[in-house]
């Protein structure tokens, strides 16, 4: 009888033996590295703070700044008596809280300046329809033939590539 075929045989086979002590001295040796990163990681932050709080004492407003003096005891300097008031004069005026706004001239239309000349394959465009003064001015609206985009048949017989999912075409939704 073999070990392997039976499942209460009181010792594992050799090969799960070894290959558990192997991978248990892996785990240790990766446990190990970790460890030592992290540390070395706590060391560095250390470090950065350390740096950063000499950094702030010796910068602008710190401990040892060079615009630093300790105080003086002693009689404050005097300081020069204010101007006299002007009692005669008005006070001075206030800006006004409303602001005059100047309107800008109104713009003259410039018409457009299409240099396209019909071809012979082109009919020549219809002249555009006067507006109807009943109409409100977005009725009256209409496009200019010439500036309109032309579909060209290698545009019109493009259309997409079939869909297919990502492990082939879709199922049908069930019923």
């Known amino acids: 009888m073999s070990s392997r075929g039976n499942p209460q045989s009181p010792t594992p086979p050799k090969y799960l033996n070894d290959f558990s002590k192997a991978l248990a001295g892996e785990v240790r040796i990766l446990l190990a590295e970790v460890g030592k990163l992290r540390d070395e990681r706590r060391q560095l932050q250390y470090e950065i703070a350390e740096l950063m709080n000499l950094k702030s004492k010796h910068g602008a407003g710190g401990e040892y700044a060079p615009d630093w003096r300790p105080k003086i005891e002693g009689p404050p300097p005097e300081e020069p008596p204010p101007p006299p008031a002007i009692e005669d ?3 001075p005026q206030a800006r ?4 005059v706004i100047h309107k800008r001239p109104e713009r003259r239309e410039r018409p457009l300046k299409i240099q396209a ?3 012979s ?3 020549p465009a219809p002249a555009p329809e006067p507006p109807r003064p009943e109409l409100p001015a977005w009725a009256q609206w209409r496009p200019n033939p010439l500036l309109a985009p032309v579909a060209t048949p290698a545009s019109m017989s493009r259309s997409p590539p079939p869909r297919s999912g990502l492990f082939g075409p879709p199922t049908p939704p069930p019923k």
């Open 117 to 119: 000349a019909p071809t």
């Open 89 to 91: 004069a008005p006070p």
């Open 96 to 99: 006004p809280g409303w602001r």
């Open 121 to 123: 394959a082109q009919a």
